[in-house]
Structures are given as C-alpha cells and as structure tokens.
C-alpha cells in the first residue's frame, strides 16, 4: 500500500516540477502532506507542507505584482473610444497571463478547488505542522504553528491545551509564539495601541504611522486580488444572453463590489467575522492626540482633520481642530493619502448604486446586491437599492426593503408562516405560560405581563407531554426557516447562528391602560447601549456586543397597539412603523443604526417568535445547540411514527 500511494507522488512532483512549471501547485503539496500524516511520516508532513504554504504565498504574491505592475503600464487614462479601451484590455490580459506565467509556471496548474482555498484561509495547514513538528521534538516551531492556528480558531479547545503545553516544556520561550500569518498593518496597530495604553507617545506615534503605510499597502493588494474571473452565482451561464457592454458592465460590478469589500476585510482579525469598528479612522485619533502629547501640533492638527474626513459631525474632534488651528496661527489640510481614499471611495458608492441598477434592470438575472452607501466608522454600512438576496421559500413575500423603510439593513417581509402555523404557535405559548423574560413577568413595563419560552423548553414540555411535540416541533422548524431566510436576503457569506430565541407574549393588563404614555418595548439597540443625548451607541458590556442580526416573526394581529417602530438615534423620530399580523417578519441589522422599539400594547395580546443571531460561532446560544441535539435524537428515533409522543428519549439525558 505504501508504493502504491508514494510512486503517484513522486511522478507528479517531478513532472510538475520540470515540464509543467517552476512552482508546484500548493494543492497538490497540501495534498501530500496529508497524506504523509496518515502514515505518521513527519518530515515529510513538513517539507511538502510547508512547501504548501510557500507556493499559496508565492501565488498569491505573484498575481498581486503581477495586476498592479501591468494596469500601471496599460492604463485607461487616455481611453476616449471603444477600440482604444478594448486595446487596453487585451494588454493588460497579455501582460498578466505572461507575467504570472514566468513567475509561477502555467497557470492552470494553479486553479485549486474553494475547499482547499477554505483550508488555508482558516489555517488548516498549522494545525497538521504543529503536530508534525511536535512528534520531531522541534517545540520551538511547533509552538509557532500552534500560535498561528489559534489565532484563526480561538474556539479550538484542543490546541488551546497544546500551547498550554507548550508554554511549560523548558526551552521554549514567548519569542516562539509568534503569528506567522500575522497581517502586517494589525500588527503594528496592535502594537501601537499597546505603547500609547502605556504612556510611550514617540513610539505609538512610529507603530501607528507603520500601520497606515502597510494599511494603504494592504488596501492595494487587496484590490489586485479582485481582478481576477468572476462567477455569476446561481446562473446558468447557457442563459445569459445579454449584450458585451452589459456583460463588461456585470463584470466590473463584481470586481467594484469586491473591492469595496477590501474596507471590511482589512477590519477583520483572525478568526473573526465582524470587523473592527472605526478601524482606519481610529489610526488618526489615536495619531492626533499622541502628537499632541509629543508638542507636535502640525502633525496633529493634519491627523485631526483626516479624522474629521470619517465623521465630520465629530464634536470633540471639531474642538480640537479649533484649539490646534487656534494655538498655530493657521490651518492644515488633512492628509492627502485619506482625502484621496474617500474620493475613491465616494466614486465607488456612485458606480455600485449604478452597477446595481443595470442589474435589477436586467430581469433580475444575477442576484441583487447590497452596497456600500456609507463609510460610518469605517465599516461599510449596506443599503440595500435592490431587492436583496434570494428568500429561500416559494411563498415568502417581500413587502418593504431599506429603502421603503427608510433605513439600512433592514427588510419586511410577508408569509413567512401559514394562518395554521400561527395558530399551533399561539396555541403553544398559551399552553406554556412562560415565564416572562429571566424569571419577570414585566420586564419592560407594568402596564402588560410579558411570558416566554425557549426553544429548548418547548422541547421539554413536549417530551413530559405537557404541550404537543408537534408543536414545540414547529417552534424550531420556523426559527430555522426565519434564520435561513435572514441569512440569504442580506447576502451573508458566513453562517449565521442564533444567539438567542423566545417565543413570546405581551399581554394588556385590564385596568392600566388609562392614559398610558409608555413604551410596551422601550427604543433601545440590540449590540450596543444607546446614548440618544450623545447620538451615539455604545459597543460595550452590558450590551450583547457580538449580536449581528435580529428578527421578529409575529404570530398575530387582533390586538391594539404594539407597533413595531425604528427610529433615529435620537429615540424620538420614527423613521419606520410595522404592524404586526400573522406572518410578517422583520428583520435587521443588530447596532446603533437601527433603533428601534414596540408600542404600547393597550387592548389583547400580542405574540412573537424573537430571534436575534451572530456570525461569531463562540456566542452561538446553548440552548440551541442542545435543542439542535435533541431533534437529531428524535429523526433518528422516529423513522416509523413521525412525532410519536411516546418515543423513548430520557429529556434529563438530552437536555
């Protein structure tokens, strides 16, 4: 068995390595090295492993030098007529292909599938090294591996035993934990945050000038990798019979939105899905007042004003803009590096608005997009100008998007659950009589009762057959369906978990409803702590700061009051009002730009199934991935009697 499967290797290696091209393909490298795993041969787990990741780097670099190098020698800048641009285009495809080519070898060599691709973006390649490199007692390299897969696994329980280890074996010291795939500007950011927290302004001020220059670095390669072919997701290309202007047009769309997107990427820490907020900004505020503290009023004034490029209603930088414009006799421009990344960037908003609009024109044939139509700090904050995503299911309705809501990230829709399902579910939370929200019956006002269950205790009851199990059956299944439908109309490309669902009722206390001018939900945020004097939202505890997502799907309509309202910061202008009825879903994005919260309940009792979500996997909600483990028992359990209330499954051993 062991010649069968090292004789392909060695013949691959070496026709690869002499007729096809000078860089083996990483895939095939990758490859190897697991399969030299499984045969517990070490070294070469290493050496084709770490081959892997040198050609995945040397790829990747070379198609970055490559795009850049060749658009500065075939620009469009003097295009004016068709032929011309076509000239232009068919230059620089010619100057890539021979570029990359002389580079790296033939480059369909190199075309790897995406699953090999998610490998190495989530660092599956350290995880085999520091194993290898621990059975050769090299604990130096192992525990640099081990460092770098952490980084992008924090939730790896396993290897965050291994570093443990690590730590305590003698010889090995902290210089050994080290991030190989560190992103350079984040490394200087890090460190320039460190030096500032502790006092050292002159060598905050070095680390935090770094980082702008491997930002803006960073920033450009980012953009080079867009340039490459793009997939028209859920198209039958046989079908798509639109012109050559409108296909180049559909092209550059994709390649703007993934551009765009570089803002994000560039946020985002290892192992992370939400970026950092106020990334790029944060680098001026923090340049500003550490030239301030250095008596370097010029170079803080510029970084001042950068700063007030991002958030030009900022009034504590307005006020120290005027006490350096005040104290140097005269003003300074801000920087030119940042006025011209948001020129860029307002252009980019212009064309995508554009791009989309030629899509949806199109018959709908490509997927609608959310684009950027702000860079609130720093971080795209999407306007849905079309439809959105897909909505999965057949009969689900969509009724209002951003726009028609007069926000952002934010959509209405209709059908989400049958007049049948409503009912089962009202049913269910009557039977239940929950018990309100963390053991109060009134959590948000005195003037209703307010009850609730979990998914998870909808299961029990079910099980103790206190309630149907068909019932609280469906009380998963629509949750599912909400997420799934949440998921896909705002084009997440990462999964979404639940953070927390309930099922729940508020109900008009008879007698307290005279002249009531009270909130039945005060206007609140759910990631954040809303300051409507400041017109700010805080991102910080007690707030569920890693909340990416929420909605409510309403369960009926026949009661007074209870309108579900967005509103500004301010807490005071609404800018949306739903009404809720049988069916209908709203869905959200979970920070400061949507405020919002429900009128009073005056008359009847008003029932819901809340669902908020997050993209990070550590804050996935306990309860559902229990409830997740029980549905699995119960399928498993009732291949012939679907829903038999007498299975056999202790909840006690389940739950």
């Known amino acids: 068995q062991c010649r069968k499967s090292i004789l392909p290797i060695v013949l691959q290696s070496l026709l690869l390595s002499s007729s096809y091209g000078s860089l083996e393909p990483f895939d095939l490298l990758y490859n190897n090295a697991v399969e030299a795993f499984y045969r517990s041969e070490y070294e070469d787990v290493v050496r084709f492993m770490e081959g892997a990741l040198s050609s995945y780097a040397e790829v990747r670099q070379s198609k970055v030098r490559c795009r850049i190098g ?18 232009v285009v068919l230059k620089r495809a010619s100057c890539q292909n021979e570029c990359i080519e002389e580079k790296v070898g033939t480059q369909s060599m190199h075309k790897v599938s995406e699953d090999v691709i998610q490998d190495f973006n989530r660092r599956i390649p350290y995880n085999y090294l520091q194993l290898a ?56 950011f890090s460190a320039g945050v460190k030096l500032y927290d502790s006092g050292d302004y002159e060598g905050a001020i070095a680390m935090f000038e770094e980082a702008l220059q491997e930002y803006y670095k960073a920033d450009v390669e980012c953009r080079a990798l867009c340039l490459g072919p ?9 079908l798509y019979r639109y012109s050559l202007s409108e296909l180049i047009s559909d092209h550059f769309t994709q390649v703007l939105y993934c551009e765009h997107e570089c803002v994000r990427d560039l946020a985002v820490r290892p192992g992370r899905l939400s970026p950092m907020e106020n990334y790029l900004p944060l680098h001026y505020d923090y340049l500003q007042f550490a030239y301030f503290q250095m008596n370097m009023l010029e170079q803080a004034l510029e970084c001042a004003q950068s700063y007030l490029l991002f958030h030009e209603a900022d009034d504590f930088m307005t006020d120290n803009v005027e006490y350096y414009q005040e104290t140097l006799g005269r003003d300074l421009r801000p920087r030119e590096n940042a006025e011209w990344y948001l020129r860029r960037h307002k252009l ?8 989309s609009e030629n899509l949806r024109m199109q018959d709908n044939m490509l997927p609608n997009r959310c684009v950027c139509v702000s860079l609130s700090l720093c971080v795209c904050v999407c306007l849905c100008v079309c439809v959105g995503g897909p909505l999965v299911y057949d009969n689900v309705q969509l009724v209002q998007d951003s726009l028609a809501l007069n926000g952002s990230q934010r959509v209405l829709l209709d059908n989400v659950l049958t007049v049948e399902e409503c009912a089962e579910l009202k049913h269910l939370t009557v039977t239940m009589a929950g018990d309100g929200y963390r053991g109060k019956t009134s959590p948000h006002t005195p003037n209703e009762r307010f009850e609730g269950a979990t998914v998870l205790k909808a299961l029990q009851y079910g099980y103790e057959g206190r309630v149907p199990l068909k019932s609280a059956r469906l009380f ?12 896909s109309y705002f084009l997440l490309n990462s999964t979404l978990h639940f953070s927390y669902t309930h099922l729940v009722c508020r ?17 609140h945020a759910d990631n954040c702590l809303l300051d409507p004097e400041a017109n700010e939202c805080w991102k910080e505890p007690p707030a569920y700061t890693y909340r990416d997502y929420s909605a409510l799907l309403y369960l009926n309509g026949d009661f007074e009051g209870g309108e579900f309202i967005f509103t500004e910061m301010d807490a005071k202008t609404v800018t949306a009002q739903v009404k809720p009825k049988c069916g209908r879903m709203v869905g959200f994005s979970s920070g400061g730009e949507n405020p919002h919260g429900v009128r009073a309940v005056t008359r009847g009792q008003r029932c819901a199934v809340a669902m908020w979500f997050t993209l990070d996997p550590l804050f996935r909600e306990l309860e559902r991935l229990q409830a997740d483990e029980v549905i699995q028992a119960l399928d ?18 389940e739950l």
């Not at 793009?230 to 290309?237: A, S, T, Y």
């Not at 980019?348 to 791009?355: A, D, K, P, S």
């Not at 909400?482 to 998921?487: K, P, S």
Request: with cysteine; net charge negative.
């Open 70 to 87: 060749c658009q500065d020698q075939h620009r469009f800048d003097s295009v004016s007529t068709d032929l011309q641009f076509f000239d």
């Open 133 to 188: 490199y621990q059975k050769l007692k090299h604990s130096d390299k192992a525990a640099a591996a081990a460092h770098t897969y952490f980084q992008a696994n924090p939730e790896h329980v396993e290897m965050d035993q291994n570093l443990e280890q690590y730590k305590a074996l003698e010889g090995t010291d902290l210089d050994h934990f080290v991030d190989r795939e560190a992103r350079p500007h984040q490394r200087s």
């Open 230 to 238: 793009q997939r028209f997701e859920e198209q039958d290309h046989l």
């Open 348 to 355: 980019e908003t212009e064309l995508l608005v554009i791009g």
């Open 476 to 487: 998963y299944d629509v949750s599912e369906r909400a997420r799934r439908v949440i998921e």
């Open 507 to 523: 109900t008009a206390i008879t007698g307290q409803q005279d002249h009531r001018n009270d909130l039945s939900h005060p206007i």
């Open 636 to 653: 498993n359990q009732s291949s012939q009697s679907h829903w038999d209330t007498s299975l056999n499954i202790n909840p006690k051993d």
